[in-house]
């Protein structure tokens, strides 16, 4: 490098830019004596400091650029990847939340069953005045030799309800073509210690007291004599399960029901039943089969049930049938009956274990128009969007047992339509 060469370099390295650009030294010099320059990250020679100056300095511009961008990006990442962390812990604890509100909602919360629940209320009754003490020991001594024996204690049991149909029917009611009833049944009505969820045991109730009413069911029932208690009865179906019914229903409750608020529905219906050797079958109404939402094939179907020959029968038949299991989401409640009008329009006869025993009761002391509203449903207050029923009508061998509980493996029902 001549003298020249050197003076440049030497004015560059001056204006702060030493590591931006060198002069390249195995380059040969030009013509006129000029030094040449090398770009340090592209390689590009150039003889014109100042054009080198400006192409290093855009260099150093764009890897700028690329660091703020990289930067941002970074940032953006960083955020979308907290969101979605956030979103995520929002919808696990949301699903937590509802899960132990389906839980309390059905009972599988472990917060005790029917005793714990009775002796709880009978002391908020006393709490508030509404309990004498001497009362609350009394009925808690009851409470216990009732649990003891596993019989209920029947005092929300109201009996004579469909006698007094009958003879309601039979001599009043002129707008009435024909009526049939169930085999007598029982009300049974939820007590302080079922209160919000015992509608499905005390239906199996109401169903149990006409079953034991017919001489046809009465081997199938000798082990079980008197209408049991809450607590029993989950202990029956615990039984069942054991035998193999329902596997899937069983593990839905981890097998357990004593000592909980569990609500049961259809399918512990059946499966106890059957495993009484009772023949019965599950009908699902799963859709809408009328205007508005409202499902008059069930009606028809019910009707079916209590007689396949509607003309020229009596205006009242007292039948042999037992009554039918009702399920909708939520609640259940029991067929006893089912009217047909002279405007040919049908109207269940339903007993509902909401419904207080004082209340039916009052059906015992005169019947009319205006009482009968406690059991009469037409076909426009029947809209949920599905409802189950269970009827019982004949027994079962020891084999078709069997075979019903290989078939209870993989839970089917009767579909309508």
């Known amino acids: 490098m001549d003298v020249s060469g050197k003076a440049l370099q ?32 592209c390689h590009l020679v150039c003889t014109e400091y100042p054009v ?10 764009e890897c700028s650029f690329l660091e703020r961008n990289l930067s941002d990006l970074e940032l953006a990442k960083h955020l979308q990847h907290e969101e979605d962390r956030q979103r995520r812990e929002a919808a ?32 908020k009754e006393v709490a508030w005045g509404r309990m004498q003490p001497s009362e609350y020991h009394k009925r808690k001594a009851g409470m216990m030799e009732s649990l003891a024996f596993g019989i209920d204690d029947g005092k929300t049991k109201t009996s004579g309800i469909t006698e007094a149909l009958c003879h309601y029917y039979q001599n009043e009611c002129k ?15 939820c007590s302080l210690g079922d209160k919000g969820w015992g509608c499905g045991y005390r239906n199996f109730q109401m169903l149990l007291s006409s079953l034991m009413r017919n001489s046809a069911y009465k081997d199938c029932l000798k082990d079980n004599s008197s ?22 229903g069983a593990s839905h409750f981890n097998s357990k029901l004593q000592g909980t608020k569990a609500w049961i529905g259809a399918c512990e219906i059946y499966s106890l039943l059957t495993s009484f050797r009772l023949k019965c079958q599950i009908i ?29 029968c009596a205006k009242v038949v007292c039948t042999s049938k037992p009554p039918i299991y009702l399920q909708h989401q939520g609640h259940s409640r029991t067929i006893i009956g089912i009217e047909e009008r002279k405007n040919r329009t049908l109207c269940l006869l339903i007993f509902d274990p909401g419904c207080p025993s ?17 059991l009469r449903r037409f076909v426009g207050s029947l809209k949920h969007k599905q409802y189950q029923l269970v009827s019982t009508d004949d027994v079962l061998s020891e084999e078709e047992k ?7 493996q993989c839970f089917t029902a009767q579909r309508i339509p």
């Open 175 to 189: 707008d009435i073509k024909h009526v049939w009833l169930s085999m007598g049944v029982d009300h049974f009505h």
């Open 402 to 408: 069997m075979a019903r509980r290989q078939a209870s």
């Open 227 to 248: 209408i049991p208690c809450i607590p029993k009865i989950q202990s029956l179906i615990e039984d069942a399960w054991r035998e193999g019914f329902d596997p899937q």
């Open 358 to 374: 004082q209340e039916m009761q009052k059906l015992l002391k005169g019947i009319d128009g205006n009482s009968l509203r406690l």
């Open 284 to 312: 699902d109404f799963h859709q809408s089969t009328g205007p508005s939402g409202t499902h008059p094939r069930l009606f028809e179907w019910v009707l079916n049930y209590y007689s396949s020959d509607k003309e020229g």
């Open 52 to 61: 080198i100056q400006e192409h290093v300095e855009l260099h150093l511009e």
């Open 92 to 123: 696990a604890r949301q699903e937590r939340e509802d899960f132990q509100k389906l839980q309390q909602q059905y009972g599988l919360d472990g917060s005790g069953g029917y005793k714990q629940q009775s002796l709880k209320n009978m002391e």
């Open 10 to 41: 030497g004015q560059w390295l001056s204006q702060g830019v030493s590591s931006a650009a060198a002069p390249a030294s195995s380059s040969p010099a030009p013509e006129n004596g000029q030094g040449l320059y090398e770009c340090p990250m």
